[in-house]
């Protein structure tokens, strides 16, 4: 079993920046694909960034690319999400999620944290 917890999210007016954090524990190792997703009210959940434990480049929807920064702390088994320059049509749940590599879907998921970005 893989255990997920995210933080950081918040209240952030348009422009501004937040970061949030995912702690992954239990049977997890380097063969792991974590990704943000995020869901907004009365929409669908849709993919934010991915990245591989091992290494490699990260992946990000067209709706995020430079804007967003998904990295990995190895050491505190913790992935981040640095979220620049945001907009209203940012506000969402945004969930951290696990996979094996030799996986498609996603079989771990944290509770969410809540984003609003304010006008």
């Known amino acids: 079993q893989v255990q997920l917890v995210e933080s950081g999210g918040g209240l952030v007016q348009a422009g501004g920046s937040l970061r949030l954090s995912c702690v992954a524990s239990g049977r997890i190792d380097r063969n792991y694909v974590m990704g943000w997703f995020r869901q907004a009210p009365g929409k669908q959940r849709q993919f934010v960034a991915a990245?591989?434990?091992?290494?490699?480049?990260?992946w990000y929807a067209d709706s995020v690319k430079g804007r967003f920064t998904i990295s990995r702390d190895n050491a505190k088994n913790t992935v981040y999400l640095q979220m620049n320059s945001l907009k209203p049509e940012d506000t969402a749940d945004y969930y951290c999620?696990?996979?094996?590599?030799?996986?498609?879907?996603?079989?771990?998921w944290g509770q969410g944290t809540q984003v609003t970005v304010s006008s």
């Open positions: 999620a696990a996979r094996l590599t030799t996986q498609i879907q996603y079989n771990y």
């Open positions: 990245l591989i434990w091992n290494g490699g480049s990260p």
